[in-house]
């Protein structure tokens, strides 16, 4: 049986044109769903090294996703992505292959310059919301069918989803409840406000983030998708690692709108459920606790 290093070896050649063979891999931290690792090897018997993310085989549509969304976000020439090259399967794994960054902690100017990228990539709009293919969110689907009308496509395929999710994890009682009041009522908080379909990191926490040695912020590991800027900005307060300078320096290019603070526990309330699907109960209070701050609202 071959090998899924075999396997990137073979596809990564006929990709490139070249021979490449593997010398050496090495696991690489910050991986929570797929396992990450540092391939050296040759080509053409020229020593490169790439970035390659594996998992179990039936994880290709995953990786067929992600490959797309960084082209599409590289496309733009907004914000610093890493490229992919290739993605594959065997029997043993699936796999994408990308670029190898150097990654650093950044320098004062960072958080600010990874503000301008992103509120210039939030510029890049859609005709619909949504995407022309589903991917994922952490490990969970995420639902992406193109939509003319926001609240439709957010009641439908964001916490529609994860709340139906969660009920069928034994979650019910109070959650259901608060979920489908504020789904019956999300209007009331769009209220005088026009939506446009931005380009969307779609998973943008702390962990997702890192810079080059000169600077340069990168951001990885996407759940892409075209939505309403304020649910990027919103998931960003979520877990830490963003700076006042980036806050100041986004609202200096788009100043907050009416509303966004309960907006953006609205728009959270997707991720901790989707985190309650995922990791179990110690999500739920917080999930509740989210839903009934919104449905006061209503």
């Known amino acids: 049986?071959?090998?899924?290093?075999?396997?990137?070896?073979?596809?990564?050649?006929?990709?490139?044109?070249?021979?490449?063979?593997?010398?050496?891999?090495a696991s690489v931290g910050g991986g929570?769903?797929?396992e990450a690792v540092l391939v050296k090897g040759k080509l053409a018997d020229k020593s490169i090294r790439f970035f390659v993310k594996t998992h179990q085989p039936g994880q290709?549509?995953?990786?067929?996703?992600?490959?797309?969304?960084?082209?599409?976000?590289?496309?733009?020439?907004?914000?610093?992505?890493?490229?992919?090259?290739?993605?594959?399967?065997?029997?043993?794994?699936?796999?994408?292959?990308?670029?190898?960054?150097?990654?650093?902690?950044?320098?004062?100017?960072?958080?600010?310059?990874?503000?301008?990228?992103?509120?210039?990539?939030?510029g890049v709009v859609s005709e619909q919301f949504g995407w022309f293919m589903d991917n994922t969110i952490g490990s969970t689907q995420q639902l992406n069918e193109p939509m003319q009308d926001w609240l439709r496509f957010w009641q439908k395929n964001r916490l529609g989803f994860q709340l139906e999710l969660a009920a069928s994890k034994g979650y019910g009682g109070e959650l259901q409840s608060l979920g489908e009041r504020v789904l019956s009522d999300m209007s009331v908080l769009f209220a005088g406000r026009q939506v446009q379909p931005s380009m969307l990191h779609g998973d943008l926490w702390g962990g997702n983030v890192s810079a080059l040695k000169d600077g340069t912020p990168v951001i990885f590991d996407p759940a892409f998708y075209y939505g309403d800027y304020e649910a990027e900005l919103a998931m960003t307060t979520l877990f830490g690692g963003f700076s006042a300078d980036f806050y100041a320096a986004y609202r200096d290019l788009k100043p907050e709108e009416a509303g966004y603070g309960v907006r953006q526990t609205f728009y959270n309330s997707y991720h901790i459920i989707n985190h309650l699907n995922m990791f179990g109960g110690g999500y739920h209070a917080q999930?509740?606790?989210?839903?009934?701050?919104?449905?006061?609202?209503?």
């Open 1 to 25: 049986m071959m090998s899924h290093w075999q396997s990137i070896e073979q596809q990564f050649s006929r990709e490139l044109g070249e021979t490449f063979k593997v010398d050496e891999v």
């Open 32 to 34: 929570c769903i797929s």
């Open 60 to 122: 290709l549509a995953m990786f067929a996703a992600e490959a797309q969304a960084l082209d599409a976000m590289s496309a733009t020439q907004t914000i610093r992505v890493p490229m992919p090259i290739c993605f594959g399967a065997d029997e043993n794994k699936s796999y994408i292959v990308m670029e190898w960054l150097a990654l650093a902690s950044g320098n004062i100017s960072t958080q600010v310059l990874l503000a301008q990228h992103l509120a210039a990539m939030h």
């Open 287 to 298: 999930a509740v606790k989210m839903l009934k701050q919104v449905a006061a609202e209503l």
